[in-house]
């Protein structure tokens, strides 16, 4: 198989186009052209012709893994899925996400932090927050470093503006139950929603 022609493409930056002699084109990146010494003229033996197209396609998941990453952040569990959406074999999967981690494009200790900062910011409680890192695919060894990012004393002011909001200075015990079932829908323990409910005065028994 012989490469007729090598050209840089016109509409992806670093892709080259390896036109071959059947006509066909193969899209290579940069470092395939140099590691496969590719050139017009070169004739490629049947096995170096399936070494570079594994690595060809390796090369385009890697690129579509850093622009994923570059647009919103993932867990490695997250951007597997996404890798097999795109019908990259499990050992590939295993390889790039192992790269994605050693260039800096996939940290999941920082993207624990970011979604607890993130969902506590909206008013969320613990138990919401855990679910959260759960449903991301983090590693649960990672969950308590990024919980702790949040004081006691930030949850319970935000628990104390969402009642003064929802409720306005009602003491009456249907709009009372309302929003401590809202904030257990947030994800608030009851005794975080009790205390809360006794700085707003009411009289609550646990």
Do not use: N, T
């Not at 570059?70 to 192992?98: F, H, N, T, V």
């Not at 449903?135 to 949850?155: F, H, N, T, Y």
């Not at 104390?160 to 139950?177: I, M, R, T, Y």
């Not at 309302?178 to 028994?205: F, H, N, Q, T």
Request: aromatic share 6%.
């Amino acid at each position: 198989m012989v490469i007729e022609e090598l050209k840089p493409s016109k509409r992806v930056e670093g892709r080259w186009l390896a036109v071959l002699e059947d006509g066909s084109i193969l899209r290579v990146g940069g470092g395939e052209v140099i590691d496969f010494a590719l050139c017009a003229g070169k004739e490629l033996s049947e096995e170096e012709a399936e070494r570079l197209q594994a690595a060809a396609r390796r090369s385009s998941l890697k690129a579509k893994a850093i622009d994923l990453l570059m647009k919103r952040p993932q867990s490695r569990k997250e951007l597997g899925r996404k890798l097999k959406e795109w019908e990259a074999a499990d050992g590939e999967i295993q390889l790039i996400c192992d790269r994605m981690e050693e260039l800096g494009y996939l940290d999941e200790e920082e993207y624990a932090g970011r979604i607890v900062r993130h969902y506590a910011a909206k008013g969320f409680g613990e138990r919401k927050l855990r679910d959260e890192l759960y449903r991301r695919g983090i590693p649960r060894e990672l969950w308590d470093e990024a919980l702790g990012q949040i004081q006691e004393e930030d949850s319970a002011c935000v628990i104390d503006a969402f009642l003064e909001k929802k409720l306005k200075g009602s003491h009456d015990p249907k709009d009372v139950k309302k929003a401590s079932d809202a904030l257990a829908r947030r994800g608030y323990r009851w005794p975080e929603i009790s205390d809360a409910l006794r700085r707003y005065g009411m009289e609550v028994w646990d």
